[in-house]
């Protein structure tokens, strides 16, 4: 609710300008998971993401596509994206979008990464220990070890609880907001930046 005007979100997206020129041909676009550049390591992160969309009801309109990613708050007291974002497209432009807030899925850009990186994210450090422990006892291929990896799995759900503490993300106000959709819709784009517009991330 706090990102939330109207019942739609306010959020970025980068892309190539490319793609906003077939964006604006066709009036809304998909993107195949044959087009994503994500690293292969990163995966099983990404397929998971996916179904922890669809368990929240928010389905694919088709089969094989991968979410549209977006910044909904970059930082704190900064929620558009930095120039730095654009790294590596060759031509990029930033559309500000204005989503139904029942089509898109938040989540906390830091705690994502416990997902890329198959980590526990822990509710307390004695909560932290005993997954050690655990997982120092546990043989590969056992049912202890088949356990701990769902219990590992069930703790990312703590990307999505953006008012939670766990591992000591700060405050809501001051962490980093992501979120995905599945279809990138033209009548959605209420802006279009420049990457000569943005702020860098290194300035006071």
């Not at 202890?144 to 405050?171: H, I, N, T, Y």
């Amino acid at each position: 609710m706090e990102f939330s005007k109207n019942g739609r979100i306010q959020c970025w997206t980068l892309m190539e300008r490319s793609t906003w020129q077939v964006l604006e041909a066709e009036g809304e676009l998909t993107c195949p998971i044959g087009e994503v550049n994500d690293d292969p390591i990163f995966q099983d992160a990404y397929t998971w993401m996916r179904g922890s969309m669809a368990s929240a009801g928010i389905l694919a309109p088709e089969p094989g596509i991968s979410p549209w990613w977006c910044w909904v708050r970059r930082e704190e007291n900064h929620p558009e994206p930095y120039i730095e974002d654009a790294e590596g497209l060759h031509d990029p432009v930033v559309l500000e979008l204005s989503i139904p807030g029942e089509k898109i899925v938040l989540s906390c850009f830091d705690l994502w990464h416990f997902v890329l990186n198959k980590c526990y994210v822990w509710a307390s450090e004695l909560d932290e220990q005993d997954f050690d422990r655990a997982q120092e006892s546990a043989e590969q291929g056992s049912d202890a070890a088949v356990q701990l990896q769902q219990r590992m799995q069930k703790s990312w759900s703590a990307v999505f609880e953006l008012d939670q503490c766990a591992v000591d993300m700060g405050p809501f106000e001051a962490k980093s907001i992501q979120g995905c959709f599945w279809t990138l819709r033209l009548a959605d784009v209420t802006a279009i930046l420049e990457r000569d517009v943005l702020s860098s991330n290194d300035q006071p």
